[in-house]
Each structure stands twice: as structure tokens, then as C-alpha cells.
T-cell receptor, first 109, second 113 residues
Framework: GDSVTQMEGPVTLSEEAFLTINCTYTATGYPSLFWYVQYPGEGLQLLLKATKADDKGSNKGFEATYRKETTSFHLEKGSVQVSDSAVYFCALSINQFYFGTGTSLTVIP | DAGVIQSPRHEVTEMGQEVTLRCKPISGHDYLFWYRQTMMRGLELLIYFNNNVPIDDSGMPEDRFSAKMPNASFSTLKIQPSEPRDSAVYFC???????????FGPGTRLTVL
């Protein structure tokens, strides 16, 4: 069935380090792909999305490219900040939404 | 728009009591979702509605849980009787069309003693 698999956490990085959180998907058809972020004590909020192959979603310095050939949508940021500490969820949508298990990121000064 | 509104934000109750969680979706959205989040199980979809009609309740853990959507602007999730293992954060989310971005509320943190 349709699903997403994302990198296990937790991830701890120093400020200004490069971030990659891996996400791969399985889908019948052509899904839309999303990254959501959940800050402590809050609900999930959309970070970025891509709706077709080779699209790149970007927001707040984060990027992810929809790779159909590798069925991936990895999240990247060139220089993380302490304020990026949160849980990140990969998700796909094809008639229904499927969320990954979440990856906790802690950025230390 | 105020976004998805949930109440209460925190609920502490004793085992065996009835708990009712409330949600007001974003105006114009036709899908409403209830999720539960715990450290052990992560984010779980409990039930979702389309145009006020329950479409899939396969995630509802047992008969103690029930959800209603009497109109387009209000939904409830009820647990009766509550048990300590129901302690979790419960999120409501809404979207326009099923596959579009979901907008989440701030959640209700439920503690059952």
C-alpha cells in the first residue's frame, strides 16, 4: 500500500551544520509530497510541498526535491539554527494522507 | 481566518470519566481529521469526515471512542469511559479536498489518572 518511510531519529546537530532527513515513499500513482514541522507544544504545520516529479519545495531555508526515479523526498538545510529544533514529518497524499513516523531534530549552540 | 480551533487545550480527568474534545475546522474546508499522538505510537489517524460524514473510522482504537460532526463547523471526539492509556495529545486537522494540505489545530493534551 501507499506509505512513507523516514529516517529514524533523534538527530542532534551543532548550529550551522548541514541537515539531511531522508524520506522515501511507496505509492500507486502520482502522489503529492509534503514536509511538516512540529515545534514543541504545537500542532503540525506545513513546511514545504511538491506536487509532481522534479518539483522542488522550499521554505525557511529548507528544500526537498521530488525524485520519482528514487521515490525520495529528502529534506535538506544548509545551515541549521537552534530555532529549527523540532520534529519533522514526511507525508504523501494520494486520495488520502499518509504521515511518516517523524524525526526529532535538536540543534545545539 | 483563526485556523483550526480545539478545546480544551488541556484536560486532566480520572479513569472512568467521560471526556469530550472539541474542534472547529477552518471555514470552507470539507475534510476533518482526528489524530492521536503519543511517544510510543507516534501520530495515528483515528477517523476522518468528508462533508460531515464519517468516511474511515478504522483507526478508532475501540468502542469507547466515538466521533461526531453534526455540522460543517463543529466536531467532537468522545471517550467513555476513559482509561490511563488514552493519555495523549489529540489533534484535529482540516483540509479542502482530501489530498490537499491539512491544517492542524494546537491539540488537546489529555491526561487520564
Amino acid at each position: 500500500g501507499d506509505s512513507v518511510t523516514q529516517m529514524e531519529g533523534p538527530v542532534t546537530l551543532s548550529e550551522e551544520a548541514f541537515l539531511t532527513i531522508n524520506c522515501t515513499y511507496t505509492a500507486t500513482g502520482y502522489p503529492s509530497l509534503f514536509w511538516y514541522v512540529q515545534y514543541p507544544g504545537e500542532g503540525l504545520q506545513l513546511l514545504l510541498k511538491a506536487t509532481k516529479a522534479d518539483d522542488k519545495g522550499s521554505n525557511k531555508g529548507f528544500e526537498a526535491t521530488y525524485r520519482k526515479e528514487t521515490t525520495s523526498f529528502h529534506l535538506e538545510k544548509g545551515s541549521v539554527q537552534v530555532s529549527d529544533s523540532a520534529v519533522y514529518f514526511c507525508a504523501l497524499s494520494i486520495n488520502q494522507f499518509y504521515f511518516g513516523t517523524g524525526t526529532s531534530l535538536t540543534v545545539i549552540p | 481566518d483563526a485556523g483550526v480551533i480545539q478545546s480544551p487545550r488541556h484536560e486532566v480527568t480520572e479513569m472512568g470519566q467521560e471526556v469530550t474534545l472539541r474542534c472547529k475546522p477552518i471555514s470552507g474546508h470539507d475534510y476533518l481529521f482526528w489524530y492521536r499522538q503519543t511517544m510510543m505510537r507516534g501520530l495515528e489517524l483515528l477517523i476522518y469526515f468528508n462533508n460531515n460524514v464519517p468516511i474511515d473510522d478504522s483507526g478508532m482504537p475501540e468502542d469507547r471512542f466515538s466521533a461526531k460532526m453534526p455540522n460543517a463547523s463543529f466536531s467532537t471526539l468522545k471517550i467513555q469511559p476513559s482509561e490511563p492509556r488514552d493519555s495523549a495529545v489529540y489533534f484535529c486537522a482540516s483540509s479542502f479536498l482530501g489530498g490537499n494540505e491539512q491544517f492542524f489545530g494546537p491539540g488537546t493534551r489529555l491526561t487520564v489518572l
